[in-house]
């Protein structure tokens, strides 16, 4: 907890952060998306495995007028064992601040990583509203339940040691994933995530992840709503598991996904990396400025 005291700003002054001036000026986009909602989570502030310049890209070319932080947006856990912070982590914290002031509703449901956050639950830092759980209804009427998903992790739950061993391994998976990409731009190859080809591969990461969605679909249809999302998991999904519409917005350290609502309430995952490498064959007419 200590080491979240160190960071350039502090919940209390998230208020005033818009008013300072990011490293990465933000882009006036000509051709910038429009939705009606967007959920991002596990976006790991405070880690090296953030691809924080990516999402930053997302939310220079991206609008919507609700926007759901579905959890360890910033990661304590990391932040207890060494201080990281760079610029760039702080112009997301920027983005996502101007946008509130703009007008945006965001919704933060702190995840197990941000667990520091939940002692905030109900109150309202510069437009931002931390909440444990949420219900999000769609354009065409349907019910869906918004949670981070980790109340449904057993190992979580129960055995945090183990969790933060598995969290170790992870890190260690994620500095290769950092080399290896580092090589492929030098090649001139697009981002690939070597961490997500491993738990697709990994018989038990597969059994794992399917039981997790089966699991958190029932809770929804205990519940009385027609679909879920969640994160944690880092998989993007759109599936239906006995009737119920099971989402997931995947993640901003392996697979850099975002869920996102279309106004007639059709729901789509963006696949960032894949959406950068197809722009760079059409480039865009964009302005570099600061936002007003």
Same mark, same amino acid.
């Given at each position: 907890?200590?080491?979240?005291?160190?960071?350039?700003?502090?919940?209390?002054?998230?208020?005033?952060?818009?008013?300072?001036?990011?490293?990465?000026?933000?882009?006036?986009?000509?051709?910038?998306?429009?939705?009606?909602?967007?959920?991002?989570?596990?976006?790991?502030?405070?880690?090296?495995?953030?691809?924080?310049?990516?999402?930053?890209?997302?939310?220079?070319?991206?609008?919507?007028?609700?926007?759901?932080?579905?959890? #360890?947006?910033?990661?304590?856990?990391?932040?207890?064992?060494?201080?990281?912070?760079?610029?760039?982590?702080?112009?997301?914290?920027?983005?996502?601040?101007?946008?509130?002031?703009?007008?945006?509703?965001?919704?933060?449901?702190?995840?197990?990583? #941000?667990?520091?956050?939940?002692?905030?639950?109900?109150?309202?830092?510069?437009?931002?509203?931390?909440?444990?759980?949420?219900?999000?209804?769609?354009?065409?009427?349907?019910?869906?339940?918004?949670?981070?998903?980790?109340?449904? #992790?057993?190992?979580?739950?129960?055995?945090?040691?183990?969790?933060?061993?598995?969290?170790?391994?992870?890190?260690?998976?994620?500095?290769?994933?950092?080399?290896?990409?580092?090589?492929?731009?030098?090649?001139?190859?697009?981002?690939?995530?070597?961490?997500?080809?491993?738990?697709?591969?990994?018989?038990?990461?597969?059994?794992?992840?399917?039981?997790?969605?089966?699991?958190?679909?029932?809770?929804?249809?205990?519940?009385?709503? #027609?679909?879920?999302?969640?994160?944690?998991?880092?998989?993007?999904?759109?599936?239906?598991?006995?009737?119920?519409?099971?989402?997931?917005?995947?993640?901003?350290?392996?697979?850099?996904?975002?869920?996102?609502?279309?106004?007639?309430?059709?729901?789509?995952?963006?696949?960032?990396?894949?959406?950068?490498?197809?722009?760079?064959?059409?480039?865009?007419?964009?302005?570099?400025?600061?936002?007003?």
């Amino acid at each position: 907890m200590a080491a979240i005291t160190r960071l350039s700003f502090d919940v209390a002054g998230l208020a005033d952060f818009h008013a300072s001036t990011p490293t990465i000026p933000e882009r006036a986009i000509t051709s910038r998306r429009k939705y009606r909602a967007v959920w991002i989570s596990d976006v790991h502030l405070g880690t090296r495995g953030c691809n924080a310049e990516m999402l930053i890209d997302f939310l220079d070319h991206v609008d919507s007028e609700k926007m759901y932080l579905v959890g #360890d947006i910033i990661d304590g856990w990391a932040m207890k064992k060494r201080f990281y912070w760079p610029a760039t982590h702080n112009d997301i914290v920027w983005r996502v601040l101007k946008r509130a002031k703009r007008g945006t509703e965001i919704v933060y449901i702190p995840g197990n990583h #941000d667990e520091m956050f939940r002692q905030f639950t109900g109150l309202d830092f510069g437009g931002v509203k931390i909440k444990r759980q949420a219900i999000h209804t769609t354009a065409d009427g349907r019910r869906l339940l918004v949670l981070h998903g980790d109340e449904f #992790d057993a190992i979580t739950l129960s055995h945090r040691w183990l969790a933060h061993l598995g969290d170790a391994a992870y890190e260690m998976m994620m500095t290769l994933n950092r080399w290896l990409n580092r090589v492929r731009r030098w090649m001139g190859l697009p981002y690939w995530s070597l961490s997500k080809y491993a738990k697709q591969k990994v018989k038990n990461a597969v059994s794992f992840i399917s039981k997790f969605e089966e699991i958190v679909a029932r809770e929804a249809g205990a519940r009385g709503v #027609d679909g879920v999302i969640a994160g944690h998991i880092h998989k993007a999904e759109i599936r239906a598991i006995d009737g119920i519409a099971y989402y997931n917005d995947g993640d901003w350290v392996e697979g850099c996904t975002a869920l996102v609502e279309h106004y007639d309430g059709s729901m789509e995952i963006l696949h960032w990396a894949e959406e950068m490498a197809a722009r760079e064959s059409q480039p865009e007419s964009e302005v570099r400025l600061a936002a007003a």
